[in-house]
């Protein structure tokens, strides 16, 4: 029997090992960026303390690495290599960041297919989500390496003769980058691309649950010749991810944290941030509405609802999580809805026509079952799935549709994450608002209508960071993405998504002839 084991930069070699993962490995040893390693000042490192821990596959729980379980002592190390490559960083020409992002754009497209599968084993996103996943996500590397060459200053004229005012754009130093699971990609693209354009230099910590994507980008950036340094990953388990995130947050070295994930999380990062005033952007949580007026084309709102609704099987801030459905169509969307629904197959992401793939661990699959039994038990009616389907694997849940959802039912306030439809009738404009607008999440809203004047009507009024109208898939690279209320701050993607890494800096010269 062949074993394998692995070499100093983390690549899987011949050889003695007692790893647990041997099995796994040489099923994916032909994915030569799966990584065991992490990624500090430009090599492939363990943990100080040797520690590892097991990311696995939520399609059949199948362990596909074991990676560095690090803490405060090597976030240290990335944070003090990241400082002193920011000193050269900032100060290349912008036309030479701008070139390296591009020589790293061209390696992630020509992986494209590799990275592609492995965001579906570790994340078990259907495969051909997972390559609108990296075309998406490679989008973000293309526009900044564009955006870098167009970070300007200002000549402002001003009441004084005798002097002349400038503003210059700078980075704002190292930056920490923590990123979710269910866009292991394109979080991360979406945040670095930006931070790299601006000369910033990064430290990124992944999802615990997704990190090997993070780490094959890291290879890519490297063999693209981005200066070591420049960009550090740190991988951790469930239980040290309190302690990395604490060291970024409260080093003083660190001079800005973009995050995306959780409310709750969100908040504590915030409250870590302020001692040291530190730039914080925040991508957070969302409620958002999916209004269907009386005028709105059923076929397109009951297909955008499929696209947005079950993308990564739920788990995106942006994804609808009220439905509201006006009284004249409120029938016939739920008739159509049903069909579309039916013909959603579940399963391992790997397999060709699979369209809904696990969730990504117990605490959420956990969740879902509680918001669904809460609202059965407040009078929501189930109109299809509302289970568990442990025949499929242990982290499916069945793509559901529940009707008469009320305000005394959690799944009214909370973010679902998961596969479920939750509609409420409503009769008038003015009643969709008001539900619209219970919340304090902001993030995304949808409106389907063809009423010109109540699209506008209704997009102004909507209290969110971002709104589409008779579209369900709304993002891109060159939009600012982000929330208001407690859906988060600053925005990401854009050139707005620049100014979360920018400082201005104005200059007086006085004293002019
Ligand atoms: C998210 O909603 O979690 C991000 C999805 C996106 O960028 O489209």
Redesign the pocket.
């Known amino acids: 029997m062949i074993l394998y084991r692995l070499n100093t930069i983390g690549h899987i070699v011949k050889g003695n090992s007692s790893s647990v993962i041997m099995n796994q490995l040489r099923k994916l040893s032909h994915l030569h960026l799966i990584k065991q390693r992490a990624y500090v000042d430009g090599k492939w490192v363990g943990a100080s303390t040797e520690k590892v821990f097991q990311v696995s596959n939520p399609a059949n729980g199948e362990i596909l690495s074991e990676i560095p379980d690090m803490n405060e002592k090597d976030v240290e190390a990335a944070t003090k290599a990241a400082l002193t490559a920011f000193k050269k960083w900032s100060n290349i020409r912008p036309y030479d960041r701008s070139k390296l992002m591009r020589n790293w754009f061209d390696l992630m497209v020509k992986n494209q297919e590799t990275l592609a599968q492995i965001i579906t084993l570790e994340g078990g996103k259907p495969y051909a989500e997972s390559v609108a996943e990296v075309n998406y996500g490679n989008s973000y590397i293309e526009f900044y390496a564009e955006e870098a060459k167009r970070i300007n200053g200002e000549i402002i004229s001003g009441t004084q003769p005798t002097k002349q005012y400038f503003v210059t754009s700078n980075p704002i130093g190292v930056v920490g980058l923590i990123t ?1 699971f ?2 292991p990609l ?1 979080m991360i693209t979406r945040k670095l691309s930006a931070a790299l354009a601006a000369g910033c230099t990064c430290i990124i910590k992944p999802s615990t649950d997704t990190p090997l994507t993070a780490l094959a980008m890291a290879e890519l950036a490297h063999q693209a010749g981005i200066p070591k340094g420049v960009v550090n990953v740190i991988t951790g388990s469930h239980g040290s991810n309190a302690s990395i995130v604490g060291y970024l947050c409260s080093n003083p070295d660190v001079k800005g944290i973009s995050f ?1 994930g959780s409310v709750e999380v969100g908040k504590i990062i915030n409250e870590r941030c302020a001692p040291n005033i530190k730039r914080v952007c925040l991508e957070l949580g969302g409620n958002a509405p999916f209004i269907v007026y009386n005028s709105a084309n059923v076929a397109n709102a009951v297909q955008s609802a499929i696209s947005s609704k079950f993308r990564c099987s739920g788990q ?3 994804a609808p999580n009220r439905f509201l459905v006006q009284d004249g169509i409120y029938d016939c969307f739920i008739e159509n809805l049903l069909v579309e629904i039916g013909k959603l197959k579940m399963g391992d992401g790997s397999h060709k026509d699979v369209k809904v793939g696990p969730l990504i661990n117990v605490a959420q699959v956990e969740k879902i079952r509680h918001l669904v039994e809460d609202a059965v038990s407040k009078g929501a009616n189930v109109l299809i799935g509302g289970r568990k389907a442990p025949l499929v694997g242990d982290l499916f849940y069945e793509p559901t549709v529940i009707t008469d959802i009320r305000e005394t039912m959690h799944i009214y306030r909370e973010e679902i994450f998961g596969p479920v439809i939750s509609i409420l009738k409503f009769r008038t404009e003015e009643e969709s608002l008001l539900v619209a607008n219970q919340t304090d999440l902001g993030l995304a809203g949808y409106i389907f209508s063809g009423d010109i004047n109540q699209i506008f009507r209704v997009s102004k009024e909507l209290e969110v960071g971002m709104v589409g109208v008779n579209e369900g898939i709304i ?1 891109a690279a060159e939009i600012p ?1 982000g929330g208001i209320k407690s859906s988060g701050i600053g925005r990401e993607g854009g050139h707005h998504g620049l100014r979360e890494f920018l400082d201005y800096k104005y200059i007086c010269v006085g004293n002019l002839n």
């Open positions: 979710s269910n866009f394109a995306t995106a801030c942006v993002s993405f």
